[in-house]
Nanobody, 125 residues
């Protein structure tokens, strides 16, 4: 079992930046591929970014277009999502998630066994 807690959300103007963090407890994060998802009101949960267990490989949702950077620090059992050039359509609750033990690397919600409680990101126009 791993417990995840996100932080760093808030209100920012369009064009601004935020850095989300996810702290883990329980098992070591190095055991898991990790991802960020987001969910806006009335919409399905959407893939944002994923990072391999080693941190070498990352992949991003098409809408990111170079604006976000996901990193992990296995020594500190944490990961981050640096978000730049934010747009109003980025407004959502952002969740970090740990993949199931047999899952290598996936962008699918169903591949993730552990979720944080989410942190709200609001981008004003």
């Amino acid at each position: 079992q791993v417990q995840l807690v996100e932080s760093g959300g808030g209100l920012v103007q369009a064009g601004g930046s935020l850095r989300l963090s996810c702290a883990a407890s329980g098992r070591a994060l190095s055991n898991y591929a990790m991802a960020w998802f987001r969910q806006a009101p009335g919409k399905e949960r959407e893939f944002v970014a994923v990072i391999s267990r080693s941190g070498v490989v990352t992949s991003y949702g098409d809408f990111v277009k170079g604006r976000f950077t996901m990193r992990r620090d296995n020594a500190k059992n944490s990961l981050s999502l640096q978000m730049n050039s934010l747009k109003p359509e980025d407004t959502a609750v952002y969740y970090c998630a740990a993949a199931g033990p047999l899952v290598e690397f996936t962008t699918q919600v169903s591949g993730y066994a552990y979720w944080g409680q989410g942190t709200q990101v609001t981008v004003s126009s």
